[in-house]
């Protein structure tokens, strides 16, 4: 009988470990670096590049093709502003939490730990995708699609510090998180 109990407490000690790796693994975006380039900046469209890359990720092909004419409307292209966001994502049709003020950063927090990311203002008067982070060791990771090719890194008051150069905007799809994606782990 105590040989079933210590078993069981061993399984579920290792189920634990794995449920938090895979956690920990959802806080990032997984796009291939082609995938990325798709949403490489060509004319100052920088908001737009960011929700298209977040579109990517979560499915919402409507925001995926904001750059190109497509069924769901014709290319938006160039600077943006709340209220222009707020335009086209509604002629078509996407669903997003556009907040600015002070709780940004709350909401960013919140869509990194949920697995939807953001559009982020970051940097002076730019625009870059929230693409993970890793809560352990305080890093932020972003993908600016001024340089897609990479994922640049920051700390939590250099995350923070990143933000508030553009001003407190982000801009959030709402809808419900992608899976994360398969980890196969050796319970037996």
Known sequence: MWRQKVLSIVVLLATTA?????????????????????FRNPDGSCVQCSIGMCGTWNNVPAATTLLWDTEYGKA???????SRV?????????????VTG???????????????FAAIGAGTRHFQTE??????????YVC???SPHRIDEYTNEGYRHLHLASGKWVVILDGPAPPPPPRYVRWW
């Open 18 to 38: 794995a449920a938090s790796q895979l956690l920990q693994a959802q806080e990032m975006m997984e796009l291939p670096v082609e995938v990325r380039k798709w």
């Open 76 to 82: 938006v292209r160039g600077g943006s502003w709340p």
């Open 86 to 98: 707020a335009d086209y994502c509604s002629q078509r049709g996407i669903r997003a939490f556009n």
């Open 102 to 116: 002070d709780s940004t950063f709350e909401w960013m927090e919140w869509a990194a730990k949920t697995g939807r």
């Open 131 to 140: 693409y993970g982070r890793d809560r352990a060791a305080g890093l932020w």
């Open 144 to 146: 600016n699609n001024n």
